[in-house]
């Protein structure tokens, strides 16, 4: 730090290189803050996307379900048209035979619609084998990609935090020299002025809160002789340096 003859100038150059500091280290903290919903968003996306594959397969295996229920319920139905055709051999009564074709007829259209069915599930499965196939190589690669994102993300934590831990010296550092009192002022003012307690006055406005300061308060900032504070936000104001 340089010497001046001021001694609030000296105090308010202390102030700032601690407010570089903590604004520094406010920021690093912000982002480690942020890592860990970073990697819980792509764990996400790699679950998501394995919920999607699976449903693919699951359906294809629902597919292949159906299709045995309906190749038996068919193979039922044949099996029930043979017995009523032997029972029509067997008949003498015209009724009989009738109420046996009738139910033939219905047992042929009821198979006529399982092939249907049948049909159409055949060609869901022979559409989703290689939408699957493809899936699964997508879903590979993804994963891979995704991560190899976490193992980043874990990799700038710790480093992250090892950042922190050297800002948390350099701050320790460019405490020393400062009251109590004013760094308690300070502090306050760091946490309720978003990160701005020490604010240059520009063509007499507070950069702070942007207001225009009295004229009073201008000529104390020249006099130099005590800390000044913003008489409408409460920053510590200084002159541009």
Do not use: W
């Not at 994102?149 to 020299?177: C, F, Y």
């Amino acid at each position: 730090m340089r010497v001046h003859d001021n001694l609030m100038l000296e105090v308010v150059e202390k102030l700032l290189a601690l407010q570089d500091r903590d604004q520094r280290l406010r920021n690093v903290r912000m982002e480690l803050q942020a890592v860990p919903n970073e990697i819980a968003s792509n764990e996400k996306l790699i679950s998501d996307a394995a919920s999607r594959l699976e449903a693919s397969k699951s359906r294809a295996k629902t597919i292949e379900v159906e299709k045995k229920s309906l190749a038996v319920e068919a193979d039922a139905k044949r099996d029930q048209i043979n017995r009523y055709k032997t029972q029509q051999l067997q008949t003498r009564k015209n009724e009989e035979y009738s109420a046996l074709a009738h139910e033939i007829e219905a047992a042929e259209k009821l198979i006529t619609a399982i092939e249907d069915k049948e049909l159409v599930l055949m060609e869901e499965a022979e559409s989703l084998a290689p939408a699957i196939t493809e899936a699964e190589k997508n879903f590979t690669s993804e994963k891979s990609r995704l991560n190899e994102r976490i193992v980043m993300l874990k990799e700038k934590s710790a480093n992250l935090t090892t950042r922190i831990t050297d800002l948390e010296k350099d701050r320790t550092t460019a405490t020393q020299g400062i009251e109590e009192e004013l760094m308690e002022r300070y502090d306050r003012l760091f946490q309720t002025k978003n990160a701005r307690a020490v604010v240059p006055v520009e063509h007499d406005v507070c950069s702070g809160c942007h207001m225009k300061v009295t004229a009073q308060t201008t000529i104390a900032l020249r006099a130099d002789k005590e800390l000044v504070s913003c008489p409408q936000c409460g920053r510590i104001l200084h002159l541009p340096l």
